[in-house]
Every structure is written in structure tokens, then in C-alpha cells.
């Protein structure tokens, strides 16, 4: 039996599914869409909350049920909703408190996609965000708080940035103002960082990236930490009765994991973005050599980042864990087993130089995609983030000359041998070979 205290390595091994006798050792695949049952009492009662059986599989299904129940372990959570993307349960998480007339606030490092939603989408249903520079002092980010304001939003490690998460400054500014902390945990994995130990209150993640981790299935996860005090006057939803649910109050009738219940009989059963068993399936046994390969994606991506620092075409090299970042003591602090798979760097050289480089690029592919066990690259002004304008992409570090790296777990060798061979010029290669 695995706990909370058990070493990461262990949880995500022996955590989630426990066989019984005639079952397979590893978690089958159940692709049904429905479930039977024998009474209609029974089938009420589930539909009232009273039992928790499977019932259809847009609001549940066995097997993600086990892909959610390892994901708890691992964060250290008390329950989690998986869904059908990472954006997916960013939206949710951010549906689940706030509707029209809401307002939150977000660091402004954030990856492109989830920058697009809060500045542009969520605006058109009536809900805005103020983005803030995570790095501001206290007194600076306490100004963002509206009498509206609903919740508090960051990235561990950001997506490209790589600036590590100043917990115990962001989780002060959520107490202070009664509000909940929502972490996107992407980047780290639970195995270099577990937000809840370090005040944050939901953690969300795209199981797309590190946690699948072979690049087969897209998903997310929202995790309850269990950890918020719902009933402080700010969140009647959470206190008074859903009558959409024959009047249930969640702080109360589940008041171990509130925040996942209603996300999903409110927002899952309403919006449908379920996750596929088959996926699931795919994803959970991602999260078996998940703490092995976090390993050695950390390591890799050192090696390489300190190899980079080194080449004179390199203008510079984001990696908190480089004595050079200024992001070094944080991820001493928060990511003291490593920094994760991803580093970026200036190629010396403007933007259509920076494209021939990673068309020079062999063993690293071309992929928008992080944490897949192969190394690949992105740009991410003509790719990921094109869609910011030129000083969207200023403001949040994203120069022309920018490469993000994804490190696989390949041999360090190779992947070194690739990077230099795409860094040079053809002469330069042979002269330096001489
Ligand atoms: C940090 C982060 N959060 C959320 C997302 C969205 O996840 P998905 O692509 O699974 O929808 C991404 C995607 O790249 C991401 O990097």
C-alpha cells in the first residue's frame, strides 16, 4: 500500500489500480460507453450522488476512474477529474469559479495557448484576467486583486520561459486574499514538484506532455487538493444548494474533494470533454516510468544546456537549473531532483538564421510537442506562440532567435553530436574536426 510519504518512484509504480484475484495485473481497457444495473433504485441513487457507480462514460468510466486515482496519489491530492485535453481542464478549472462578471488573475509567463484563452475567449463569455509578472514583489501582484477576483493562476515552471514558480510569494498573496491557488504542474511532473506541499490548492496538468509521455495521447487532469476552505463567504456555489443536482452543496456533501465533484457533474455532464478509456489506458501506464524518466530528462537537459552555454553561436540558455539562471534558487528549492525535460536558447543570429538551425537538426525533430521520450524542437515565434503580437512576445521573454528544446531520453552523446552539428556551418563542422 502506497501513501502519501512514500517516495515518488514507489507511488507511481504501485499506486492506483490493486488487482483482485482473477483480474490481469495490469488495468484493462473498459470501452463501454454505459453500465447496467439491476434496480432502478440503484440507478437513481447514482444519478443523485449517493453512490458513486459508473453510469455513463461521459461523467465516469472504469478505466480513467484508475488513471485518476494515480494521479491523486502522485500529487498527493484527494481526488481528480481527468479530461479529454490539458485545455480542457485549464477551461474547466477556471468554469468551475468564475462565470460572467468574474474576473482572475494569471502570471503572464504562461504557455501560448492558455495565454489566448484567458486574454481572448474567456473574455468574449464575460470573464477577464489580469496577467501579472510573476517576479513582481508581493505588494505589486496584491494590486491585481479585484473585489471580483475569483482565483490566482501560474505555472510551476513555465512553458517556454523556464522560470520556476515563486510558491511561497504566490501562495501568500492566495491566503491573504482568500482565494485558491491554481497550479499548472505540466512542466515538472509530480515527481520534481508537488505544488500542494507548497500552498497551492488545485493543480492541473496536460497528462499530454511527460505524463503520457510517448507522445500517443492527449489529456488532462484537474487535482483537488482538498486543501480550501470553500464556506470563507466568497464561493457560495460551493455552499448553498445545486438545484441541478437536487440541491447538493459540495463543500459539504464531498467536502474531501469539492472542487473535482463539481467540475464534474456541473461542467463535465454539461460541456462533455471526457477523456477516451483508450487513452487513459495509455496515459496510466505513462505514469509507471514516469519517475525514471523525469530522471533522466533532467539530466539530459543539463548536460545539454551546460554544453550549449559553452558554443560561441549560443547567444544565451534558459535552464533553472544553470548557476547562470536567475531562477537557480528557486528550483533549488522547488525542483531539487531536477528541472524537467525542456530548455530554450538564443541562437546568435535573427529569426530566419534561428529556422535554418532547426532545419539542420537530425535526431531532433520538429514537433509542437514537450516530454515525448524523443528530443524535438520548436520556434516558438513562428509556431507556438505566433499567434501573440510582436511585443506580446517581448513581454514574456519570447525572442526571434528563440529555440525551445524538449530533451528526450536518447544518449546524451547523440543528442550533444546533433545540436552541433546543426549549430555550425558546414566548414565550420570540418574545420573543427581537423
Ligand atoms: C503548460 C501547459 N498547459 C496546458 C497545455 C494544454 O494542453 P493540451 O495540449 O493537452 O490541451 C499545454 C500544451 O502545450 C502546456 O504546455
Not at 190 to 217: M, R, W, Y
Amino acid at each position: 500500500m502506497t501513501t502519501k510519504n512514500t517516495h515518488i518512484a514507489t507511488r507511481a509504480v504501485q499506486s492506483g489500480y490493486e488487482p483482485k484475484n482473477a483480474e490481469p495485473r495490469v488495468a484493462g481497457i473498459i470501452q463501454s460507453t454505459t453500465y447496467k444495473f439491476d434496480t432502478a433504485e440503484q440507478i437513481a441513487d447514482v444519478f443523485d450522488l449517493k453512490d458513486t457507480a459508473h453510469i455513463y462514460s461521459r461523467i465516469s468510466n472504469p478505466t480513467v476512474s484508475q488513471l485518476e486515482e494515480k494521479i491523486t496519489a502522485l500529487e498527493g491530492g484527494t481526488g481528480a477529474l481527468a479530461l479529454a485535453s490539458g485545455h480542457a481542464a485549464v477551461s474547466l478549472a477556471i468554469l468551475n469559479l468564475c462565470h460572467a462578471g468574474h474576473h482572475f488573475v494569471a502570471a503572464k509567463s504562461l504557455y501560448g495557448g492558455t495565454i489566448n484563452l484567458f486574454s481572448n475567449t474567456l473574455k468574449r463569455y464575460g470573464i477577464t484576467c489580469t496577467f501579472i509578472d510573476q517576479d513582481a514583489p508581493l505588494s505589486e501582484l496584491q494590486k491585481a486583486i479585484q473585489d471580483n477576483t475569483r482565483l490566482i493562476f501560474a505555472e510551476s515552471l513555465t512553458n517556454p520561459g523556464m522560470e520556476v514558480l515563486d510558491f511561497e510569494k504566490f501562495s501568500q498573496l492566495a491566503k491573504h486574499n482568500k482565494l485558491p491557488l491554481l497550479i499548472d504542474n505540466t512542466f515538472p511532473t509530480p515527481v520534481l514538484c508537488q505544488p500542494f506541499e507548497h500552498g497551492a490548492n488545485i493543480i492541473i496538468h496536460s497528462t499530454t506532455k511527460f505524463i503520457d509521455g510517448h507522445a500517443t495521447s492527449v489529456g488532462g487532469v484537474i487535482v483537488d487538493g482538498g486543501n480550501f476552505n470553500w464556506d470563507n463567504g466568497k464561493f457560495p456555489e460551493f455552499t448553498t444548494p445545486d438545484e441541478s443536482y437536487h440541491g447538493v452543496r459540495y463543500a459539504f456533501d464531498f467536502k474531501d474533494f469539492p472542487f473535482v465533484v463539481k467540475a464534474r457533474t456541473q461542467l463535465l455532464r454539461d460541456f462533455g470533454p471526457c477523456l477516451s478509456p483508450f487513452n487513459a489506458f495509455l496515459t496510466y501506464h505513462g505514469c509507471q516510468t514516469l519517475a525514471l524518466r523525469m530522471e533522466r530528462h533532467s539530466s539530459n537537459t543539463l548536460q545539454l544546456a551546460q554544453w550549449l552555454e559553452k558554443q560561441k553561436e549560443v547567444d544565451w540558455v534558459r535552464y533553472p537549473e544553470l548557476k547562470s539562471s536567475p531562477y537557480h534558487a528557486l528550483a533549488k528549492r522547488y525542483l531539487p531532483e531536477g528541472s524537467s525535460g525542456v530548455l530554450a536558447f538564443g541562437f546568435k543570429g535573427g529569426f530566419e538564421e534561428t529556422k535554418q538551425v532547426i532545419n539542420r537538426l537530425k535526431l531532433a525533430k520538429l514537433v509542437v510537442h514537450v516530454g515525448d521520450i524523443r528530443t524535438s524542437v520548436v520556434h516558438p515565434a513562428s509556431m507556438t506562440h505566433r499567434q501573440l503580437s510582436e511585443d506580446q512576445l517581448l513581454d514574456i521573454k519570447i525572442t526571434p532567435n528563440l529555440i525551445r528544446v524538449s530533451v528526450g531520453i536518447e544518449h546524451i552523446d547523440d543528442i550533444i553530436a546533433d545540436f552541433k552539428q546543426a549549430l555550425f556551418s558546414e566548414q565550420e563542422v570540418i574545420s573543427n574536426e581537423q
